[in-house]
T-cell receptor, first 111, second 116 residues
Framework: AQSVTQLGSHVSVSEGALVLLRCNYS??????LFWYVQYPNQGLQLLLK??????LVKGINGFEAEFKKSETSFHLTKPSAHMSDAAEYFC?????????FGSGTKLNVKP | DSGVTQTPKHLITATGQRVTLRCSPR?????VYWYQQSLDQGLQFLIQ???????AKGNILERFSAQQFPDLHSELNLSSLELGDSALYFC???????????????FGPGTRLTVL
């Protein structure tokens, strides 16, 4: 079975600061991992995905994530936060049909 | 715009009633997923269909059912509604088949269900 844990339901950073959103997964087989972003009153949009190619994955809007098998982690980072990054971020894992989503992290960006 | 459409956008109904939510996947996508998002439960996977057949089941109540039609659109039926069923219901589609591994899901804008 797979599962996802997102540490920190709320993260607050200043504009221009580093964004780090944590995701740890549990999977008995090599997983496929995803990060999604949800803006208020909208559906989820894919930021990036890991599918066993390069361990450092670059996504849209300057985000990237690194797959670390030894740490079972797939943390999302962005070097410099922008006000428009304020949203809720979800990490997800799958090895086949079912997708398991984390509980989400709300990112607040302070001016 | 993800290419996934959901209707209606909002639905207000009373306890005990039955509603149907509709989803049209992206052109060419064979898989449809349904999710429930509520404040206390987060994003919960309900059910997946692939090319008309049920493929995976999550935390779907017995009062809920779904189907995928030959034209690949899908409907989620919620019956004997309770106050706790108030939530955002998302549909997602994916071109995933078994070959090449899972692909990402494309989410619709959701249907907000309010049960009074």
């Amino acid at each position: 079975a797979q599962s996802v844990t997102q540490l920190g339901s709320h993260v607050s950073v200043s504009e221009g600061a580093l964004v780090l959103l944590r995701c740890n997964y549990s999977s008995s087989v090599p997983p496929y991992l995803f990060w999604y972003v949800q803006y208020p009153n909208q559906g989820l949009q894919l930021l990036l995905k890991y599918t066993s190619a390069a361990t450092l994955v670059k996504g849209i809007n300057g985000f990237e994530a690194e797959f670390k098998k030894s740490e079972t982690s797939f943390h999302l980072t962005k070097p410099s936060a922008h006000m428009s990054d304020a949203a809720e971020y979800f990490c997800a894992v799958t090895t086949g049909h079912k997708f398991y989503f984390g509980s989400g992290t709300k990112l607040n960006v302070k001016p | 715009d993800s290419g996934v459409t959901q209707t209606p956008k909002h639905l207000i109904t009373a306890t005990g009633q039955r509603v149907t939510l509709r989803c049209s996947p992206r052109s060419g996508d064979l898989s449809v997923y349904w999710y429930q998002q509520s404040l206390d439960q987060g994003l919960q996977f309900l059910i997946q269909y692939y090319n008309g057949e049920e493929r995976a089941k999550g935390n779907i109540l017995e009062r809920f059912s779904a189907q995928q039609f030959p034209d690949l659109h899908s409907e989620l039926n919620l019956s004997s509604l309770e106050l706790g069923d108030s939530a955002l219901y998302f549909c997602a589609s994916s071109p995933a088949g078994l070959a090449g591994g899972p692909n990402e899901q494309f989410f619709g804008p959701g249907t907000r269900l309010t049960v009074l």
